[in-house]
């Protein structure tokens, strides 16, 4: 799969967002789709807009938080050495 910026993801869920505020009330109008549907289905996708906003506003502190996690867990993976015996 492609990667996409952010911000290409960003520009894709508006760019959805505007498609079905344009599709959804014809629907609703010829019946095809309840109102409270379409209602539904719109939140949903802007919600998604809304999460990726927030992450892009994150991105630095998001990317330092993984980075983090990602070393401790390696520290946790490699087995501590023996510690010498103290002989005196």
Same mark, same amino acid.
């Not at 990602?70 to 520290?75: D, H, N, P, S, T």
């Given at each position: 799969m492609a990667k996409?910026?952010?911000?290409?993801?960003i520009e894709e869920i508006d760019r959805e967002i505007e498609l079905r505020s344009r599709v +959804?009330?014809?629907?609703?109008?010829?019946? =095809?789709?309840?109102?409270?549907?379409?209602? +539904?289905?719109? &939140?949903?996708?802007? =919600?998604v807009g809304a999460s990726l906003e927030w992450l892009r =506003?994150? &991105?630095t502190d998001v990317r330092s938080f993984v980075v983090a996690k990602? &070393? =401790?867990?390696?520290?946790d993976l490699v087995p501590s050495q023996p510690r010498a015996a103290n002989v005196t």
């Open positions: 996409f910026s952010i911000t290409q993801q +959804y009330p014809n629907q609703v109008r010829s019946g =095809a789709m309840r109102q409270s549907v379409a209602d +539904y289905h719109l &939140e949903r996708i802007k =919600a =506003a994150n &991105e990602v &070393e =401790a867990r390696k520290k």
